[in-house]
């Protein structure tokens, strides 16, 4: 039987299960201008019954369903009449406020042209229903001084899991309720705090304003004061993955550029300047514990303070042999650690995190690994592996402090 098909991916997985779950054939197949095709055949020692043929990779996976009879056991082509082709889902688009997405597929969803929401394939791993309301009275939500420049929508979903894919919201506002020395800003409303919270790198284009968002609720579009500094300009991060994030990590006081106007986004991390940069996300205050570690004199000048409050909060504790080695770039594993203990919670002890290569994620981490996944702030890198020895970039460093600023202001 042929199989073929459509992926974003480099390569694909196709695989033959069997009616019991086993699998009776795998092949992992190179994908060439974005079009797979393998074939395969069944044994003669196949028994009847319908087998599932899956092909993809991670969430983008498409599957159809083979049903084998006795007679065509061992066939090349038909294999009982079911079509080879496997093809990903397409985009879904509405403009009446609901919509409901299959797993795999993109889609727009709009209420007039007030607000309007797009959604990447495989933002979330379950079909979503999702509704947009506008609320006609919500004044107990306004202080006193805030000045609506939208009206306030309520957004909803079948599911309370963020998404794992960045969500666009753009909404239409009213450049008239804005003062002078004002701007557009969309906020979204904490539930648990009763307070609204400004919604970071919104992008104004006339009189609509985009933001990325991972979850949703009620959203709106406030008229602030205008803080905004000048742009934040680097020799080379233009056309970078991470540049938005870059410039809002900068913005945030999380991270600085160096002397010379670049950021070097490709650069490692070392464990100290990691340290310094969660610090910055963190904001804690006093000096710290004092320095004990073996090798407390290597430590710079400018991250001595960090890596103090860092030992204090108990995020940091060096290395057995009592060094904390400064200058050695961060692992995966380590950096998965120290979020995790920045997060304030018990970290329960777990055997796996659900990586191919848990195997070689070491003890003490795994339960980090585990919930820095769980929680969204570090993900996989290809293949569902952790990669947890390999060292981590600054553009990397940045992606994932600010996953976890989204995660806290949940």
Known sequence: MNISGTSTYTDVIVKVVRPSGTVVFFD????????????????????????????GQGNDVANKDLFVTAASSGCTSNCGGVSGSI????????????????????????????????????????ELKLTIEKLTNASNLLSEG????????????????????PITL???????????????AVFYYDETKKVWVEVAGGTVNGNHIAVEVNHFTKYAVFAVANTEVAPITFSDIAGHWAEANIKQAVKDGIVKGYPDGTFQPDATVTRAEFAVMLINALKPEGEGAELKFTDADKIGAWAKKAIAQAVQAGIIKGYD??????????????????????SGKTIEAKATAGFADDKEIPAWAISSVA???????????????FAPQDQATRAEAVMVLLNRQAVVSK
Request: hydrophobic share 35%; no cysteine.
């Open 28 to 55: 992992m197949v190179q994908v060439t201008g974005g079009q797979f095709s393998t074939s395969f055949t069944l044994g003669s020692n196949e028994a009847a019954g319908t087998y599932k043929v899956v092909a």
């Open 146 to 165: 805030d000045v609506l420049a939208s009206p306030i929508f309520e957004i909803l979903k079948n599911f309370t899991d963020n998404f794992s894919k």
């Open 170 to 184: 753009t909404f239409a506002f009213d450049p008239t309720k804005l003062g002078t020395d004002q701007r557009a």
């Open 87 to 126: 093809t990903q889902p397409g985009e879904v688009t509405s403009t009446d406020g609901r919509l409901t997405l299959p797993v795999g597929s993109t889609g727009h969803v709009s209420l007039s042209d007030e607000v309007t929401i797009s959604i990447p394939a495989n933002a979330s791993s379950q």
């Open 371 to 385: 919930y820095v996944k769980q929680a969204g702030i570090m993900q996989g890198k290809g293949h569902n592996a």
């Open 321 to 342: 042999d009592g060094s904390f080695r400064p200058d050695a770039q961060i692992t995966r594993a380590e950096m998965a650690s120290m979020l995790a203990k920045a």
